[in-house]
């Protein structure tokens, strides 16, 4: 199969993690005996320094001609001071817009190699795996109007949460068919009791699920569901969540499975799917050697197999990520006291060498 694949490297950590995310790939394609047409685009703050947009017209093209999108990471505090619509995260909005990219999803699956690695204790975090499915192209990311205005010391800020029975709609199917895939329980998280929204959100939820009588729906507050998210992680199998309620939730089930650089992440819904690692660009470390690429590597076997249907070649390398943390590979973030890290650069590598022994072990099988 032809991958034809726009690769936006962005900010930060974004081009290392996304490198060693190549080097996977390319050991799947040889594998698998897939060819790769790659090109690589600028967005976010690697956009502005080179021609002042933070998603310039030629990595639109680029990503629409593409079969699927690689994300890095974008953001920078050089550009905190710009105008909302000079930011690097303005580039990261479009871009989903322009994919139609209306759904996010979100695995956060505990490898059982890293049970000391979560905050929580093992037996409560043993066998957590949860699909975060969160709207992505409404609420108060999108909302208008949105402005600052009046005079400084007494201006006022106003961002719009707005969201149509469609869209509420067309990403409760895509939770509910994900549960169908899973262990049929869909958790739907709001806030109806004080959110117009919300109110809206359950009404509309409640009403798909009635057309899927094997799926379990249940209703929760955020607040609450962040609260059980920590005491009963196991519980939950599909989350389904607005765009901001998302977005945190999401980032808290990182800390449950031990470290957001884990996360990976599919933004599909539209004609090109757009796959990143959960993380954001992390300047702080950024250039050190030491981010984690398992996000990013993770990323890449979501793409082949939501845009791509490549099953096996996705196992492969999810398995090739379970095998090398089993063998005792960590990064810093996953070190902790027992563990001596590696660089972001070697945990790519001993994670191709793992996708090689796998696929090769899957085409014996096949």
């Known amino acids: 199969m032809l991958l034809k694949l726009t690769i936006l490297p962005g900010d930060g950590i974004g081009p290392e993690v996304t490198e060693q995310a190549v080097l996977v790939l390319q050991a799947i394609a040889n594998g698998f005996g897939h060819q790769l047409q790659l090109q690589h685009k600028l967005i976010g703050g690697a956009a502005l320094t080179a021609v002042n947009d933070p998603l310039p017209a030629d990595t639109i093209q680029a990503c629409l001609g593409s079969s699927a999108v690689l994300l890095g990471a974008v953001g920078s505090p050089a550009f905190d001071h710009n105008p909302g619509h000079l930011r690097p995260e303005a580039g990261l909005l479009r871009i989903r817009r322009e994919l139609g990219a209306y759904a996010n999803l979100r695995p956060a699956v505990l490898f059982p190699a890293l049970e000391d690695t979560s905050p929580l204790r093992a037996e409560i975090v043993r066998g957590t795996d949860i699909m975060i499915v969160r709207e992505l192209l409404g609420g108060t990311y999108f909302g208008q109007p949105r402005s600052i205005e009046g005079n400084p010391g007494s201006r006022v800020a106003v961002n719009t949460m707005r969201y149509s029975e469609s869209e509420i709609e067309r990403i409760a199917r895509v939770a509910f068919e994900l549960a169908m895939k899973r262990r049929r329980k869909v958790l739907s998280v709001d806030k109806a009791n004080v959110l117009e929204c919300s109110r809206l959100w359950r009404e509309v939820v409640t009403r798909v699920g009635k057309d899927y009588p094997e799926v379990k729906l249940g209703h929760q507050y955020v607040d609450s569901a962040a609260m059980l998210l920590v005491q009963r992680p196991t519980d939950f199998d599909v989350l389904l969540t607005e765009n901001m309620f998302g977005d945190i939730l999401s980032d808290q089930a990182g800390g449950v499975v031990g470290s957001l650089g884990l996360l990976a992440s599919a933004s599909i819904g539209g004609p090109v799917g757009l796959y990143e690692p959960v993380h954001g660009s992390a300047p ?78 899957s085409s014996a099988q096949a």
């Open 284 to 361: 702080d470390i950024a250039g050190k050697g030491i981010a984690n690429p398992l996000g990013a590597i993770l990323s890449v076997a979501m793409m082949l197999r939501h845009s791509f249907q490549l099953e096996r070649e996705a196992a492969c390398i999810e398995n090739a990520v379970s095998a090398v943390l089993s063998q005792g590979a960590r990064t810093p973030d996953l070190a902790g006291k027992s563990h001596a890290a590696i660089s972001t650069a070697e945990m790519g590598r001993r994670v191709v060498e793992a996708t090689r022994a796998s696929t090769v072990s």
